[in-house]
C-alpha cells in the first residue's frame, strides 16, 4: 500500500545534539512538507518542496534543516540552534495539485533529555 | 498516547449523538477546504473536503457544510461512535497556493470526546 513512513516514532536528543527525522513516501507525490505541532498550537510549517533539489522556508524555520534529494525521501534535521525542539513532528505530502489535500505520516515525537 | 493538544476546545458527547465541529476559516478568497481527524500519537487522516462552488457534501455518517458568507465550516457527524474521539482539523486552500507549494492553512483543531 502507498504512504508515508516516519521513522523514528519517538526520538530523544540531549542538549547540542543535531538528529535527523526519516520522511520516506512511496506515494509518488512530487511535494513534501514538515510540520510542527505542540499542545494547544495546531500545525505550524518548518519546509516545504515542490521538486527534487528544491525546498522552501515555511513559518518557523529557524533551527531546521531540510533536504530534497530524492523525490521520495525529505528527511529533517533539527539542529542544536532549535532551543526548544520538543515537540510532534509531521511529514506530508502532496502529488503537487491544487486541490489535493495532504497525505500525512504517523510522526515521529522528539523530547530534549 | 500522545496529546496533541492540552488547551484545545473540546466537545464532549453522548454515544449515539450526532456531533457538530465548527470551524472559521481566515481568506474570503479559500475554494477548497478538507477536514482532518488525528487520534492521539497518530498523523492527522483525510476525512472529506468540499469546494466552494457546493454548500454542502456527505460522506459515510460525516457531513461537511460550507457557508461563505460568514467564512464558516462545519462537520456533522452522525451517531457518534467512541472510534471518533479525536481532534478535528479544518483546512483551506486559496488560490495561488501552487506557487506556494500548495500549502494548506490549518485551523486550531478541536478535540472530540464520547462518552460511552
Known amino acids: 500500500d502507498g504512504g508515508i513512513t516516519q521513522s523514528p516514532k519517538y526520538l530523544f536528543r540531549k542538549e547540542g545534539q543535531n538528529v535527523t527525522l526519516s520522511c520516506e513516501q512511496n506515494l509518488n507525490h512530487d511535494a513534501m512538507y514538515w510540520y510542527r505541532q505542540d499542545p494547544g498550537q495546531g500545525l505550524r510549517l518548518i519546509y516545504y518542496?515542490?521538486?527534487?533539489?528544491?525546498?522552501q522556508k515555511g513559518d518557523i524555520a529557524e533551527g531546521y534543516s531540510v533536504s530534497r534529494e530524492k523525490k521520495e525521501s525529505f528527511p529533517l534535521t533539527v539542529t542544536s540552534a532549535q532551543k526548544n525542539p520538543t515537540a510532534f513532528y509531521l511529514c506530508a505530502s502532496n502529488p503537487g495539485q491544487y486541490k489535493a489535500g495532504y497525505t500525512f505520516g504517523s510522526g515521529t515525537r522528539l523530547t530534549v533529555v | 498516547g500522545e496529546s496533541v493538544g492540552l488547551h484545545l476546545p473540546t466537545l464532549s458527547v453522548q454515544e449515539g449523538d450526532n456531533s457538530i465541529i465548527n470551524c472559521a476559516y481566515s481568506n474570503s478568497a479559500s475554494d477548497y477546504f478538507i477536514w482532518y481527524k488525528q487520534e492521539s500519537g497518530k498523523g492527522p487522516q483525510f476525512i472529506i473536503d468540499?469546494?466552494?462552488?457546493?454548500d454542502k457534501r456527505q460522506g459515510q455518517r460525516v457531513t461537511v457544510l460550507l457557508n461563505k458568507t460568514v467564512k464558516h465550516l462545519s462537520l456533522q457527524i452522525a451517531a457518534t461512535q467512541p472510534g471518533d474521539s479525536a481532534v478535528y482539523f479544518c483546512?483551506?486552500?486559496?488560490?495561488?497556493?501552487?506557487?506556494?507549494?500548495?500549502?494548506?492553512?490549518f485551523g486550531g483543531g478541536t478535540r472530540v470526546l464520547v462518552k460511552p
Open positions: 468540499i469546494r466552494s462552488n457546493m
Open positions: 483546512a483551506e486552500n486559496a488560490p495561488g497556493a501552487e506557487a506556494a507549494g500548495n500549502k494548506l492553512t
Open positions: 518542496s515542490q521538486i527534487v533539489n528544491d525546498f
